[in-house]
């Protein structure tokens, strides 16, 4: 991979960071292709027993991600409609990807988030950003418009910010996206911002795997139907389901007993002293 990094730590957390840089993490078709290649193969990790239990997402240098490369850009303005749309399906695949990866997703974000970054900040489940982050969803100024990143955008703005950015582009700040629901938190500085994404991986990290991962499919379910018999009935299978599991067990066993469940780190540290 030339465009993207892809690390895994010792507690099976990701860091997926965006390297170009000096154009500001500008994506363009192979980015695209590096970044779904990187969450394919957490995916495929986490089918087996060694599973990743976050992932961070991130740009290197002054900018998460300043949007759609430019010669990229130009390139796709000389291809006719069909191979538009092959193009443009391979950036609904990324955001589809990253929105439905069955981990935990933490977007930092600095300097600039612009077009289909907003996209990707939006697609994770948690974003921290700087003050000096900004956002903007500029694609009207140039005559198109933020189509495949507009699902996962209005949701996480709702639908009344949405319609100002999308139709403004106006450039809005950390405070704002965080007003608008797109950010979670915002701090003064990276370091700071660095520590609260520490401070969420160390949560992360020691949550029953299983059970992270069936409460993020749980609000993407819940979100999207309709509150009736029906939706009661499958949030009672689901509760049922995650106890009867192994990992559901082991955690109630725990609390009961009063100790620490054997999918935390204390109590990975106690087994390997043991073993010792």
């Known amino acids: 991979m030339n465009y993207v990094s892809l690390t895994i730590d010792a507690r099976n957390v990701a860091t997926l960071t965006m390297a170009r840089p000096d154009v500001h993490n500008a994506f363009d078709d192979t980015m695209i292709a590096e970044l779904r290649a990187a969450l394919a193969q957490l995916r495929a990790q986490n089918e087996g027993q060694d599973k990743i239990r976050a992932l961070v997402l991130r740009g290197e240098g002054k900018s998460f991600s300043a949007g759609a490369d430019l010669n990229w850009m130009r390139g796709m303005a000389q291809k006719n409609y069909q191979e538009n749309v092959a193009d443009a ?8 990807e990253l929105d439905q990866l069955p981990i935990p997703t933490i977007a930092l974000v600095q300097g600039a988030a612009f077009g289909g970054a907003v996209g990707l900040v939006a697609c994770c ?3 921290i950003a700087t003050e000096r982050a900004s956002f903007c969803l500029s694609e009207v100024r140039i005559g198109l418009i933020p189509a495949v990143i507009s699902p996962y955008v209005v949701r996480a703005m709702t639908n009344a910010a949405a319609r100002r950015y999308m139709l403004t582009a106006e450039r809005f700040s950390a405070a704002t996206a965080a007003e608008c629901g797109l950010v979670h938190e915002v701090f003064a500085e990276l370091e700071q911002a660095e520590a609260k994404v520490q401070e969420l991986v160390d949560i992360l990290v020691n949550n029953s795997p299983a059970a992270v991962t ?29 106890r009867v599991s192994n990992e559901g067990q082991e955690g109630l066993s725990a609390f ?3 100790r620490s ?3 935390t780190l204390a109590a990975t540290a106690m087994n390997k002293s043991e073993s010792n």
């Open 214 to 242: 069936a409460a993020k499919k749980l609000v993407q379910h819940v979100s999207n139907a309709p509150l009736n018999e029906e939706l009661v009935a499958e949030t009672a299978r689901r509760i049922a389901e995650i």
């Open 89 to 96: 399906a391979e950036l609904g695949a990324l955001m589809w």
């Open 256 to 258: 009961l007993e009063k």
């Open 125 to 127: 489940d948690i974003a």
């Open 261 to 263: 469940p054997n999918w």
